[in-house]
Nanobody, 123 residues
Framework: QVQLVESEGGSVQSGGSLRLSCAAS????????MGWFREAPGKEREGVAT???????SYADSVKGRFTISQDTAKNTLYLQMNSLKPEDTAMYYC?????????????????WGQGTQVTVSS
């Protein structure tokens, strides 16, 4: 079992920055996927940024150049640095993790989830 605990989100104005963190505990496979997902009201959960055990990263087109995913393996902590935030980034953000099953992380690899943290960006 893996437990994921996200840091508190926050409210910022458009153009501002926030950093989210996700502390992982429990057994984590040596080959893993970790990522950030978000869910806005009335919309499906979407992938924002992912990172795997090899350090490969991927980003949604909507956040490329603004968000950066990173990890501190010594602390078992995942981060998401969010810059130049926009109102459309407003959502509940979730940390996800799971065992990597293919050469790159797939949506179905994520079977552990944090409780979610709210990010609100005002215009």
């Amino acid at each position: 079992q893996v437990q994921l605990v996200e840091s508190e989100g926050g409210s910022v104005q458009s153009g501002g920055s926030l950093r989210l963190s996700c502390a992982a505990s429990g057994y984590i496979a040596s080959s893993y996927c970790m990522g950030w997902f978000r869910e806005a009201p009335g919309k499906e959960r979407e992938g924002v940024a992912t990172i795997d055990s090899d350090g490969n990263t991927s980003y949604a087109d909507s956040v490329k150049g603004r968000f950066t995913i990173s990890q501190d393996t010594a602390k078992n902590t995942l981060y998401l640095q969010m810059n130049s935030l926009k109102p459309e980034d407003t959502a509940m953000y979730y940390c996800g993790a799971g065992r990597k099953t293919e050469s790159s992380c797939r949506r179905w690899d994520y079977n552990y989830w944090g409780q979610g943290t709210q990010v609100t960006v005002s215009s």
